[in-house]
Structures are given as C-alpha cells and as structure tokens.
C-alpha cells in the first residue's frame, strides 16, 4: 500500500464492530458503543479516531485526543496538544508503513503530539521525529512519555 | 509454585539488569539506572516495584506506585491509593498464578488500588476482585481504569 488513505473515524455499529478485531479494547470502546445504544451520542458522530481501509475492512487505527491547554504539563508554551494512543495495525498488514503513515497525517494536524512508547516501540517513535521527556515519577507515573514538537514548541522542562 | 513470595525490589545493578528481560521497559527504567549511575539515587534504594524469584532469577513484577490523596480523582472518601503498573509474569512462567500472586500481595497493603486493563485483561481483574470505573473521556484519556476497593471505600463517580 505505498498511499495508504487515512480517514476520520465515524461512531457507528460497524465502526464499534471493526474495534473488536484490535488487542487495544475496553472501556473508551464499550462507553461509546453504551452511548450510541442509549442515544446520548448520534449515529455516526466524530470519534477521537482515525484509520486506514483495505477491501471496507478497517486494518489499522489511531487514537488522537486533543487535549486543552489548561492540562498540558509537557509543552511551552502550554498549548493544546494530541495525546496519542492505540495506535495499531492488524498483524497480517505490519510492516507495510501503516502504522508510519497514521502517525504522519497526527503530526500534519499541527498541533504538538504526546504518546506513551509501549513495549519497547522508542525506536519506531524515535524514526517518526519523537523525542523522550525527561522522565518525571510524578508527571509520568510509570508512562515512557514521547514527545512530537512543532516548529516554535519546546518542552516545558 | 504453590506459595510464591512476593518481595519488594531494591535498585540496584542487578535489578536493573534483571528488568531488561520484561517487555515494558522504558523512560521509568531507564531514569532509575541514569539515577543509580550518577549516585542521585543510592545502591538498593527503595524501589515501586515487587517481585517474584525462582533460582535467583526474577520471573515476575509489579509496580505499585503510591498516589498522593491529593491526586485521587478515583475514590471516596479521596485518599492515597496505589496506582498498579506493569503487571508482568515471563512468558515460560505464566498460568503458574504469578500474576495473581502479585496482585493479592498488593491488595493486603490495605490501600485502594486503581490499574489500567490493557489488552483484554478485564476477566483478569474482574477475578481479582476489580471493577471497571464508568468511563470519563477527559479524565480517563483512553484508559480503561479497573479499581479495588477496600472496605469503606467508594467510586467517586
């Protein structure tokens, strides 16, 4: 897949159904399928998700929530920034620069990115621009925080 | 390993060199042996982390990391609770009851204690005696919180 697309994930049935098929699955998940069952939120509002297609099947995925200024204890100047999570290919489609690809079009919304580098991925991490904070006991609390900075964003420490 | 003891792990060398083996390992790790070399830290300090030994070798661990009361947005009435991280049994040494080994020697420290169900975990918890909190987008950012609740102690929520 050299172009992969990446696109904006709707809340609906199928997308909640196509959930499943990731290891990365719990409460966030079954909350917003519990408030589409109970109406509190429409058929097909936004999602902090964003994803890649292969044959109408979703096959890689990224959590991006935008989180305001008023919480931000990485960047300075303190700015609303995307915390990243989930970010997941299905194993019968790695190593194909999805994963690459999603975290790409994150850094191109221009806003700085904050993710937690899980199960020894610094490298991957490192390889798409992040850089790892200086680790703070009670900031981080046990999270290995990388950090993406734009143009003119420093870390705050 | 019908009684497994569970002991609190100093840091030291050793340690250090021992938690290379576990799959999480970063910034947290990193930073105390960084602390170690440069003496900010002494030899066989206390550490967050407990673990299990078979033949001198660690083959499991946990973290527990004490949370201030005045942090907690978990619990009522609020108070200090342990914050439960890297829960990790070596893969030839899992189904031996570790991991719950581990968990029960947290639970008799007598303070709340509030974890992150990753990857499909839950039944795990649920077993051990945690609930799943009701989930809240800005404070649970992606986290799927599970908590255990001693006697006289509530769910904020």
Redesign the interface.
């Known amino acids: 897949m050299p172009h992969p697309k990446v696109e904006p994930l709707r809340i609906n049935y199928k997308t909640l159904e196509e959930f499943q098929k990731f ?6 998940e ?2 917003m399928l519990e408030d589409l069952q109970s109406n509190i939120i429409e058929n097909n509002s936004n999602s ?1 998700f964003y994803g890649i297609y292969q044959d109408d099947q979703l096959i890689a995925r990224i ?1 991006l ?1 935008r ?1 305001d200024a008023k919480y931000d204890v990485y960047f300075s100047p303190a700015q609303d920034y995307y ?1 990243c ?2 970010l997941e290919v299905l194993p019968q489609y790695r190593n194909q620069g999805l994963g690459s690809a999603l975290v790409s079009y994150a850094k191109k919304l221009g806003l700085p990115i904050k993710t937690n ?4 991925s ?1 490298p991957f991490w490192r390889q798409m621009g992040f850089q ?2 200086r ?1 703070n ?1 009670v900031r ?6 990388y950090v993406w900075l734009p143009p003119g964003v420093q870390l705050k420490d």
């Not at 580098?117 to 020894?120: E, G, L, S, T």
Request: hydrophobic fraction near 20%; glycine fraction near 6%; charged fraction near 35%.
């Open positions: 290891s990365e699955y719990g409460l966030p079954l909350s902090p959590s929530y989180v915390e999570w989930k580098a899980r199960r020894r610094d790892p904070v680790y006991p981080d609390r046990g999270e290995s925080p």
